[in-house]
């Protein structure tokens, strides 16, 4: 019979077994228990189970080691309930039951799901003397920890001598799939310290264990034990490294994993396109699925069912969200199933999307209140929302809970520069920016935006320059950023470099750089330049129209501002409430009242009604033009509150015109006004002071105790340089000199035939 073992091995179809099979019954060799054990074997593996148990059924006297192989086969093809039959039967004919049967057995019991009958087979385990069998015991369990009998499980683990990593595994694994992941790590945790090596199964069970939890710090760790120990990376570990992450909130590292996978099988391609789909990014899903059929790498049913979801869930959220039908978007979510992170991430990120921000934070809390944790999606989305409504306390409570998951993945930190940059804190900003190690572009740009967004346009171009110097790459709303800032500072030079490095840098025309490009060149005093760009425009938006309008306003052109205002509508353009703010604006420097006046009552015409700040426009415009009864009857007519900045408005008319009557009698409404303004308040104090109402001038600087003047400052470009000054201001290194010039200007303007007038 030895002979024929290599071709039992080399029988790889049923018909070269049928063949063999045919060969051992004319030599009578198919009465040898071994090879009719291997015809059981073999027929079992190529599928033909009838076959295989006939050939069992056949043989006059069956031995234990054959009842074993049939049992087995069996349980390979997971029919348990025929393998525990089986095993009854050898009973009843009182074969002897051999070690080699009861792993297999014990497995067809947990497949089966029947502990009553595992419990009488681990009874008869120990009655055989079969309990002190390494591989009998660990299979026992298994059988406990798959039917969640942990107790028992734990009991066999615990009085076991020799604990292997075989052993091991297998105890981390019923802990893990039964739902205690923390136990799960700490036995893992014991393992290590017993100097006993970990394998890619136990590293299975841990990064599961990690994911359950959500603790990306942990996860972390473990994938440096993996890397460290240099545990071969196979497929199902690399899968459940990226279900690790994703579960985690870090979809970035799961991506990174994903990628560095030099053999991806079908497998990985799915388990990547499942994490997109349990994240929310539907799109992303689809986009790797097409990436999968270009690999040539083959679907399988699995495959198809998770891009089906994702097609399904796309489709319908974003038809029901461009509709503005939130609503249906949350049926949808409730439809497709259970609410789990994944439809939470779609709500917060739908509500954020459509400027509904408290919606999204709401929906936030209400998750964690359903004990789900957040992932970096969710996170990140919330961040957004928190920055586009100030709304700092949760945004910090955002980041505390982010620090203490240690979700510190790009994702949520470039959105935590943002969110501290639109409140206000964009010093805080920058210190997440300087902890970064690998900034991408992203990165780079949400700081470089930060700092021009909040007036610290120098720190903007700053870092501008350490990314043009690094040779950092840049794009579209890097450029955009900076020129943003060479416009607040009035630098033009820079503005011109920067347009410059822009042109050769070879990126493609922008509209929103285009019409930053115009806005600049008009603010820093160019206007040929503006009206450059603003002509290289193809297709102008009513922003691009209302940047160049704003530019001929400030520098007085207001028949400019007119044309170009009357050409927008021509071409179709729509004006929108800036428009209007700027051609008011405009008006207002050159004191055309009629005009001013025209736009304002035309506003309604374009449906738009008129702001607090279109408002103070025509009241300031009136004002300085006298009118100040007309001005009064416009705040009067005013359908919300009337702040602080329309009141100065009016004050200040009266001031220019001396029309100190007019104080007396809207003095009432002045009582009730409270603002951090402190303008507000000098105004008025100033013009009491100037009409002699002493008291009153006491009564006002008084409402200034505890407010704090915000420090004015101007800026002059020499030799290419921006130089900043503010009252008091000794940085410069020419302080002494600048101060002594200052000393001696109304000498010097005397000598010079200057009139001086002292104030």
């Not at 740009?445 to 909040?454: D, E, L, T």
């Not at 922008?510 to 040929?528: I, R, S």
Request: a negative charge.
């Amino acid at each position: 019979m030895t002979l024929y073992m290599p071709l039992f091995r080399s029988c790889t179809t049923l018909r070269t077994i049928t063949q063999l099979h045919a060969h051992l019954f004319v030599t009578g060799l198919h009465k040898d228990p071994l090879a009719s054990t291997k015809l059981v074997e073999s027929y079992s593996q190529m599928g033909d189970l009838q076959t295989s148990r006939l050939v069992f059924e056949t043989f006059p006297s069956p031995d234990s080691f054959m009842w074993g192989v049939l049992i087995k086969c069996y349980v390979w093809n997971h029919i348990f309930e025929e393998s525990i039959s089986l095993y009854h039967k050898m009973l009843y004919h009182q074969v002897q039951v051999n070690g080699f049967i009861y792993p297999n057995i014990l497995r067809a019991c947990s497949g089966s799901g029947d502990l009553g009958i595992g419990g009488k087979v681990h009874g008869r385990v120990i009655k055989c003397g079969f309990d002190t069998d390494a591989i009998v015991e660990t299979s026992l369990l298994s059988m406990y920890g798959e039917m969640g009998c942990l107790y028992n499980a734990r009991k066999i683990f615990d009085v076991m001598l020799m604990k292997d990593v075989v052993l091991w595994s297998s105890i981390i694994s019923c802990y893990v799939e039964n739902g205690e992941a923390c136990e799960g790590l700490d036995l893992f945790h014991r393992m290590i310290c017993q100097g006993i090596e970990p394998d890619s199964v136990t590293m299975l069970s841990v990064a599961e264990a990690c994911g359950d939890l959500g603790f990306l710090r942990l996860a972390r760790l473990v994938h440096g034990q993996v890397v460290t120990r240099a545990i071969k990376s196979e497929g199902s570990l690399d899968n459940s490294l990226i279900v690790m992450y994703t579960k985690c909130g870090d979809l970035h590292s799961a991506e990174k994993i994903f990628r560095n996978v030099t053999q991806r099988h079908t497998s990985s391609w799915t388990a990547m396109i499942t994490c997109y789909n349990q994240t929310g990014c539907f799109q992303e899903a689809i986009d790797v699925f097409l990436e999968m059929q270009e690999s040539k790498v083959e679907l399988n049913s699995v495959t198809m069912m998770v891009v089906i979801c994702s097609c399904a869930r796309l489709a319908l959220i974003e038809l029901y969200a461009e509709c503005g039908n939130l609503n249906y978007c949350e049926e949808v979510l409730r439809v497709i199933g259970e609410r789990n992170i994944i439809s939470w991430n779609m709500l917060i990120s739908l509500y954020a999307q459509k400027g509904l921000l408290k919606e999204a934070l709401v929906v936030f809390v209400q998750m964690q209140t359903q004990g789900l944790m957040p992932d970096s999606y969710g996170l990140a989305s919330s961040l957004s929302a928190c920055g586009s409504m100030s709304s700092i306390q949760l945004g910090y409570q955002i980041h505390g809970h982010v620090i203490k998951r240690g979700i510190l993945d790009e994702f949520v930190q470039n959105s935590l520069i943002d969110m501290y940059s639109k409140c206000g804190l964009v010093n805080c900003g920058y210190k997440i920016f300087e902890m970064i190690e690998q900034k991408s572009v992203i990165t780079w740009n949400s700081m470089v935006c930060g700092f021009s967004q909040n007036g610290n346009s120098e720190e903007a171009i700053r870092l501008f320059d350490q990314m043009y110097m690094n040779g950092i790459e840049m794009n579209e709303v890097t450029f955009l950023s900076v020129i943003q800032a060479c416009s607040h500072l009035g630098h033009l030079e820079k503005g011109k470099w920067v347009h410059h490095k822009l042109i050769t840098g070879g990126l493609k025309k922008d509209l929103y750089v285009d019409t930053a490009l115009t806005d600049m060149y008009a603010k820093c005093g160019d206007l040929q330049a503006a009206q450059g760009v603003f002509n290289s425009i193809s297709e102008r938006s009513v922003v691009s129209w209302s940047a160049m309008i704003a530019g001929y306003g400030i520098h007085g052109q207001i028949n400019a501002s007119i044309s170009l205002f009357n050409q927008m509508l021509d071409s179709g353009i729509k004006p929108n409430e800036v428009t209007f703010m700027n051609i008011l604006s405009a008006c207002s420097h050159v004191g055309s009242v009629e005009e001013g006046k025209l736009y304002f009552s035309s506003m309604e015409d374009f449906g738009i009604k008129p702001n607090t700040e279109h408002f103070a426009s025509v009241v300031d415009l009136l004002s300085r033009a006298g009118d100040l009864n007309g001005a009064y009857e416009i705040i009067r007519s005013m359908p919300f509150h009337v702040d602080a900045s329309i009141w100065s408005a009016l004050l200040n008319g009266c001031r220019i015109h001396r029309r100190m009557d007019m104080i007396k009698s809207i003095e009432s409404d002045l009582v009730d006004i409270s603002t951090d303004d402190t303008g507000y308040y000098t105004l008025l104090s100033n013009i009491y002071g100037e009409g002699g109402e002493w008291d009153e001038f006491g009564k006002v600087r008084s409402m200034m105790k505890g407010l704090t003047k915000v420090p004015g400052w101007s800026t002059i470009e020499l030799d290419k340089r921006v130089y900043r000054f503010g009252a008091g201001d000794t940085s410069h290194l020419q302080t002494n000199e600048i101060y002594r010039i200052l000393d001696n200007f109304p000498t010097l303007a005397l000598e010079q035939g200057c009139d001086v007038e002292y104030r």
